[in-house]
């Protein structure tokens, strides 16, 4: 997998989506981002999406454990990890417009 994205980073401007972070290399980021999620409302969603109660369990315990924040504290510089809730639509939507936000200042002059 590495091997096949280092060519696609290489340039930089690159969002990856991942549901983990230690598997990385920490040149690649200039922003980590962590939505978390409360364990009534991650148990919703993930019910609705019709999978499994080992699924839902093992997700509700990463959550609960924060193993995806303690994964990029442990991978990347603190300064870097931005965590942000995601419970509501309008918190992902404030999320999305926030990560925009924060990319258009990164963006090259003669990208739009």
């Not at 060519?7 to 962590?34: A, N, T």
Request: net charge negative; proline share 4%; aromatic share 8%.
């Amino acid at each position: 997998l590495l091997d096949e994205l280092e060519d696609r980073m290489e340039p930089g401007g690159q969002i990856v989506d991942f549901h983990g972070c230690d598997l990385f290399p920490e040149r690649w980021f200039d922003l980590v981002v962590v939505l978390q999620t409360d364990n009534s409302v991650l148990f919703q969603r993930l019910q609705k999406r019709g999978y499994n109660q080992k699924k839902v369990q093992e997700n509700i315990e990463c959550e609960i454990m924060q193993v995806v924040l303690d994964e990029a504290f442990e991978s990347y510089q603190h300064g870097i990890i931005l965590t942000l809730p995601s419970d509501t639509v309008d918190q992902m939507e404030s999320n999305a417009q926030r990560i925009e936000e924060w990319i258009g200042q990164f963006a090259p002059a003669d990208q739009s």
